[in-house]
């Protein structure tokens, strides 16, 4: 080879050197994902969260190239887990299921991780809270059980996904609307409260339609009121809406995806497209339906300021009822 060949050889390769060190630092590594993604779900297995975040992850692989390993990181109405979030590297590897109990468990001083500590991506599903007993129960209306609820104050025990979950709070302002008092119960996630509820320990449960779905359509659980504008399908058609029962009381819960905050804006922004794709798969559509789980995706815009008037809207009710873990 010629001195000139070496030459522009070694020009050839000084000017993709010079190239490369113009791009920014993001540029230059593998495309992401190089490896599988572990995908924190901060309740125990097979509550609602957990049905959605495995479902959501073999959705993801059709438009994802790695696979997502879903995490149970159960413990203080979810702060267990998001604090493993808001510790990890911000690189995409590590992300986690955010509920609405985020902007609920701060103000009652359960944990100091907020959404602030995150980075929100988007919002995969919304429910209303709902109140259940199990199907031989003598409460056959929400009527019964409020009746209950005052005959013996304290007396009738309502589980929940642990303190200051939705369904705790959801329980708490329903004694405040009823002029009721229950028995608060609880427990590392839903589905330990629905098990409790099943073995007959305690008398009711406030959780959302999907943590009870499967028992309903099977027969062992009644619902017997939501807390939504309207009422719901997937075999929930008779069950009414406190406000049918002239209980104005509304509350409901979101799912969603986060990731460690300052993760780069160019992950932030594939997995934005993926969840934008991935949510719209007729397969996980069908399953959500199936589990009677309320669609409600929102990019990341949106999702945000649901956030933000959650966090507003709960902070008032948490103070108002002075509730304390």
Known sequence: MTQSMH??????????????????????????????VELIVPFAAGGGTDVLARAMGETMRRHFPQSVIVMNRAGASGAVGWSELAAAKPDGYKLAIITVEMTMIPHMGVTKITSDDVQPIARLNADPAAIAVRADSPFKTVEDFL??????????????????????????????????????????????????????????????????????????????????????????????????????????????????????????????????????????????????????YLDQPAFLEVIARDNATFKQLVNKLGIKA
């Open 147 to 296: 009746a209950a609820a005052k005959k013996n104050p304290g007396g009738v025990r309502i589980g929940n996904a642990g303190p200051g979950s939705l369904g705790h709070l959801a329980a708490a302002a329903l004694e405040d609307k009823a002029g009721v008092q229950f028995n608060h119960l609880p427990y590392r996630g839903a589905n330990p409260a629905v098990l409790d509820l099943l073995g007959g320990h305690i008398e009711a449960v406030a959780v959302t339609p999907v943590e009870v779905a499967t028992y309903v359509a099977a027969g062992k659980i009644r619902a017997l009121a939501i807390m939504g504008d309207k009422r719901i399908q997937a075999g929930w058609e008779q069950v009414p809406t406190l406000k049918e029962r002239g209980i104005d009381l509304v509350i409901g819960g979101w799912r969603g995806l986060a990731a460690p905050k300052n993760t780069p804006p160019e992950i932030i922004q594939q997995l934005r497209t993926v969840m934008a794709r991935t949510l719209q798969e007729p397969e996980l559509r069908a399953t959500m339906a199936k589990q009677n789980m309320g669609e409600g």
């Open 7 to 36: 030459r522009r050889g070694f020009g050839r390769r000084l000017a993709a050197l010079a190239a490369a060190s113009s791009l920014p630092a993001w540029a230059q590594t593998a495309p992401y994902p190089q490896r599988p």
